[in-house]
């Protein structure tokens, strides 16, 4: 079936580092693939979508570019903050009637001052 | 525009017990999805419902577990004779369509605790 994997976490970082969160998808169809952030104690809010290959999604300095051809969707900032500190979920969209998304485990970052 | 709004935050529940989750879907969204995450985590799909409608619950265990969405009101995910292993949050979320490019938009969560 479709899957989605994602490094492993957690990532610490210092305030200003350059993130990057891996993330790939299995190559069955064109599936859309979002990034989703969930912050402590929250639900989870979109961060950034792309519909098609070679889109870039981005929002609030994160950015991600759709890859077919590595089937990937890597997450990633220049220059972090504390405030980013958060679980990072990528989730392709497939088409399927469960959620139409599917979820890795997610990558908890956590940033210091 | 208020978006999609679960109650109770946190419930908690003595072994046996019946808990109740509620979700209201963001205004015009007609469908409406349940995941559980478990502590350290990702979320893992339980029902898909439209109204009136169980699309998928492939994701739903066969026994306690039981979804609706009435035409008026909110969706209902119940878990009866709840068990230490149902301790976890549950999150709902809803969508306009199912195209693959719509986004879902996800509530806050109702964390369950059994004791």
């Known amino acids: 079936g479709n899957s989605v994997t994602q490094m492993e976490g957690p990532v610490t970082l210092s305030e200003e580092a350059f993130l990057t969160i891996n993330c790939t998808y299995t190559?069955?169809?064109?599936?859309?693939l979002f990034w989703y952030v969930q912050y402590p104690g929250e639900g989870l809010q979109l961060l950034l979508k792309?519909?098609?290959?070679?889109d870039k999604g981005s929002n609030k300095g994160f950015e991600a570019t759709y890859r077919k051809e590595t089937t990937s969707f890597h997450l990633e900032k220049g220059s972090v903050q504390v405030s980013d500190s958060a679980v990072y979920f990528c989730?392709?969209?497939?088409?399927?009637?469960?959620?139409?998304?599917?979820f890795g485990k997610g990558t908890k970052l956590s940033v210091k001052p | 525009n208020a978006g999609v709004m679960q109650n109770p935050r946190h419930l908690v529940r003595r072994r046996g017990q019946e808990a109740r989750l509620r979700c209201s879907p963001m205004?015009?969204?007609?469908?409406v999805y349940w995941y559980r995450q478990l502590p350290e985590e990702g979320l893992k799909f339980m029902v898909y419902?439209?109204?009136?409608?169980?699309?998928?619950e492939s994701g739903m265990p066969k026994e306690r577990f039981s979804a609706e969405f009435p035409k008026e009101g909110p969706s209902i995910l119940r878990i009866q004779q709840v068990v230490r292993g149902d301790s976890a949050a549950y999150f709902c979320?809803?969508?306009?369509?199912?195209?693959?490019?719509?986004?879902?938009?996800f509530g806050n969560g109702t964390r369950l605790t059994v004791t």
């Open positions: 419902l439209q109204k009136e409608n169980i699309i998928d």
């Open positions: 205004k015009g969204h007609s469908h």
């Open positions: 792309a519909t098609k290959a070679d």
């Open positions: 979320a809803s969508s306009p369509g199912t195209g693959i490019g719509s986004p879902l938009h």
């Open positions: 190559a069955t169809g064109y599936p859309s």
């Open positions: 989730a392709p969209n497939y088409g399927g009637s469960q959620g139409n998304l599917i």
